[in-house]
């Protein structure tokens, strides 16, 4: 029996210590720092396995698959050229496996600043972090704002796992914004996507956010219903030329997905009136 299996432990992750979500807690499984954040494993009785970085939950055994399916297909499933793929941040590898259900993918470049995520994920989450394993797959372990600074390679989608476009991770960077230098790398015809955060908790987050998206691309925005994070529903931009709503590629063997379906596409983009007032439309 665990040292902890006796013991009354909870996992909180806080709004602005405002509002949260609070989990019970099994065992502790993995903790460690790195030169970038803490790194913890934790076995929940909701979730099943959950890594927080930072003290804030990434993923869980029992919702990873929505986030990654949520933040993945709504993209690529509206571009009928998907080749090559960019993902900043994604070091559990969830992201890219979701990419790779497309037969057109040929690379799919994953840019992680903690090694020591990936390494963590490969042990305990290896259903998301077996997609390094796949050739197509380079992972690159460098801070998102110096790569794209001398990246000269141009990607049909570009997927955000990470935080807001302009939070800066280096000291590095040059004087161009971050998205400004995430957009210069996408293709004519590409697409983006990128979580924007709460609309209700952190609407100003989300509606700074998406005043710096417009006279890139026209932008969209999207909801996703992710249980294990706090306030459930998170704010996702869209970004490209084509039509956000029609599905013109599948992913492989759909009818496997979480949560994803060509039937709830273009419905993902009606937002509750309230959500709409939240982010300023």
Request: glycine share 6%.
């Amino acid at each position: 029996m665990s040292i902890t299996s006796n013991l009354n432990l909870w996992l909180e992750d806080m709004f602005n210590d405002q509002t949260g979500i609070k989990v019970r807690v099994r065992d502790v499984l993995h903790a460690e720092n790195t030169p970038f954040q803490r790194i913890a494993v934790y076995d929940t009785v909701a979730f099943g396995r959950v890594l927080t970085l930072g003290g804030s939950i990434a993923i869980t055994d029992s919702d990873e698959s929505i986030y990654s399916e949520m933040l993945v297909h709504p993209a690529l499933t509206t571009t009928d050229k998907v080749e090559r793929v960019l993902v900043l941040g994604g070091g559990d590898g969830g992201v890219a496996r979701e990419v790779l259900r497309y037969p057109g993918v040929k690379k799919v470049t994953v840019v992680e600043i903690d090694r020591q995520v990936v390494e963590v994920c490969r042990k305990w989450f290896p259903e998301s972090a077996s997609s390094f394993d796949d050739p197509r797959v380079e992972l690159v372990i460098d801070d998102a704002h110096r790569y794209l600074a001398t990246c000269t390679e141009l990607f049909d989608a570009i997927i955000v796992d990470a935080g807001e476009l302009d939070d800066t991770a280096s000291d590095d960077f040059y004087d161009r914004t971050f998205a400004d230098t995430v957009f210069a790398r996408l293709r004519e015809g590409g697409v983006l996507t990128s979580p924007l955060g709460d609309p209700v908790f952190e609407s100003d987050t989300c509606r700074s956010a998406l005043r710096k998206l417009k006279g890139r691309l026209p932008s969209h925005t999207y909801l996703m219903s992710v249980p294990s994070y706090p306030g459930s529903q998170w704010a996702v931009a869209w970004c490209g030329a084509g039509d956000h709503r029609k599905v013109v590629s599948m992913p492989t063997k759909p009818e496997t997905l979480t949560a994803w379906t060509p039937e709830l596409q273009p419905a993902m983009f009606v937002l509750p009136k309230d959500v709409a007032r939240h982010l300023g439309y």
